[in-house]
């Protein structure tokens, strides 16, 4: 699966829709995969589907212990984006940081033009928090970094 994830994260709109100029080269990021997904701070999820178990995306939390929150990111394969995965990939790590982890927040960065992530982020439950101005790249132009998080809270609000 290491190659599957390798080949969402370098697909150019993952690039772009992380602000990156350039994707990793596979020996980069096998290193980086084996460093950081043998840590007790980070957890990885696959997303698959209901029917076949077809893996669609991952979802990550890495976690800072000493305030008991982390950082989500998510990737959806290109050949499944547009269905409603990462709403539902979201909502669902969301209430598995707060109900199993006992987290107190989870946060994510996503940039300001890339309204689908946006959009699904907010679906799941995330609220603004903050926006960083002109602080990142978006197909060569300066955009805005958003800041969204989400407390227990918000989903009991949803519900």
Excluded at 96 to 118: G, R
């Amino acid at each position: 699966m290491m190659q599957d994830y390798h080949r969402w994260e370098t697909d150019p709109a993952t690039v772009v829709g992380f602000g990156a100029r350039w994707p990793v080269s596979w020996e980069v990021f096998r290193a980086r995969f084996l460093s950081s997904h043998t840590s007790r701070h980070y957890q990885l999820f696959e997303v698959v589907t209901t029917e076949g178990a077809v893996p669609v995306g991952t979802t990550s939390l890495n976690v800072d212990q000493a305030v008991n929150t982390a950082e989500l990111t998510l990737v959806i394969a290109p050949e499944h984006r547009g269905r409603g995965y990462a709403a539902e990939a979201t909502a669902l790590t969301l209430d598995w940081a707060f109900s199993i982890a006992s987290l107190s927040a989870v946060w994510l960065e996503v940039l300001a033009p890339h309204t689908a992530a946006v959009n699904a982020y907010l679906k799941a439950g995330f609220r603004t928090a903050g926006r960083l101005r002109s602080a990142a790249l978006w197909q060569g132009r300066r955009v805005d970094k958003l800041f969204l998080d989400c407390v227990p809270d918000d989903l009991a609000e949803k519900r």
